[in-house]
Nanobody, 125 residues
Framework: QVQLVESGGGLVQAGGSLRLSCAASGRTFDSSIMGWFRQASGKEREFVAAIRWSGGSTYYVDSVKGRFTISRDNAKNTVYLQMNSLKPEDTAVYYC??????????????????WGQGTQVTVSS
């Protein structure tokens, strides 16, 4: 089992920044990739960004490229999502997720076995 705890959400004005953190515990050595997804009210959950523990390859949805940066601290088993130039359309509950073993597509929620409880990000216009 891998436990994930997100933090860092909140209310920010458009153009502002937030940094989300996701601390992993438990059988973290089983995890090969960490991802961030988000779900806005009334919409389906969508992929935001992901990073592989080994090698550090990163993946982003087009709508956040150049604004969001995912990073990891292997020693702390923590993944971060730095969000800059936030827009009202970034408003959502953000979820951290962990993939175990081989993960073919970083973009698919089905590839992730463990999920955090989510943290609310609200961007006001």
């Amino acid at each position: 089992q891998v436990q994930l705890v997100e933090s860092g959400g909140g209310l920010v004005q458009a153009g502002g920044s937030l940094r989300l953190s996701c601390a992993a515990s438990g059988r973290t050595f089983d995890s090969s990739i960490m991802g961030w997804f988000r779900q806005a009210s009334g919409k389906e959950r969508e992929f935001v960004a992901a990073i592989r523990w080994s090698g550090g390859s990163t993946y982003y949805v087009d709508s956040v490229k150049g604004r969001f940066t995912i990073s990891r601290d292997n020693a702390k088993n923590t993944v971060y999502l730095q969000m800059n130039s936030l827009k009202p359309e970034d408003t959502a509950v953000y979820y951290c997720a962990a993939g175990v073993g081989y993960v073919g597509s970083a973009y698919s929620a089905r590839q992730y076995a463990y999920w955090g409880q989510g943290t609310q990000v609200t961007v006001s216009s």
